[in-house]
């Protein structure tokens, strides 16, 4: 079950991998300077992630008109993330949450992913707002669902 709206957002340091190599991405950071956008998926190299954080990359306008940063996190590798946003044109900044604290914190690692085999992040959405409060949760029903973007974007708008 995901933490509830009204929740101070557990903080994070995770890492990413982009072109300038490996470097941390601290959630906090964005307090007092910006809302953020959480979206955690189950895995990368996979149909419904990749639709997923494709749409989010294409419609980032969005998010950052409403002042908002966007994070991907999933359970693989910052170098497997960045193979993948490669591969796809992802935009999005991907961190990697390889040990799983920031899913079990945020209330949303999914056991039996890839039949059985593993754990992983469920996909969810959370909006953190600038003083680090979650103003909207949701985890969905399967991994095979989408977050509803919509809400997402509404809530963000009634913190501006």
Do not use: H
Not at 61 to 73: K, T, Y
């Amino acid at each position: 079950m995901p933490i509830a709206v009204g929740t101070k957002a557990p903080d994070f340091t995770l890492k990413t991998k982009d072109a300038n190599g490996l470097r941390d991405v601290t959630l906090s950071a964005n307090f007092g300077k910006k809302n953020t956008v959480l979206v955690f998926f189950p895995l990368a190299f996979t149909g419904v992630c990749t639709q997923e954080l494709c749409d989010v990359s294409q419609g980032i306008s969005a998010f950052s008109d409403l002042d908002a940063e966007v994070i991907g996190i999933s359970v693989d590798s910052p170098f497997a993330q960045e193979a993948w946003a490669k591969k796809e044109n992802i935009s999005v900044t991907l961190v990697s949450d390889l040990d799983k604290k920031a899913g079990e914190a945020y209330g949303v690692l999914f056991p039996g992913i890839g039949g059985g085999i593993g754990t992983s992040t469920a996909r969810a959405a959370f909006v953190v707002d600038k003083n680090g409060v979650v103003q909207y949760a949701e985890q969905t029903p399967s991994p095979k669902d989408l977050p509803n973007f919509t809400a997402v974007k509404e809530a963000l708008a009634k913190l501006k």
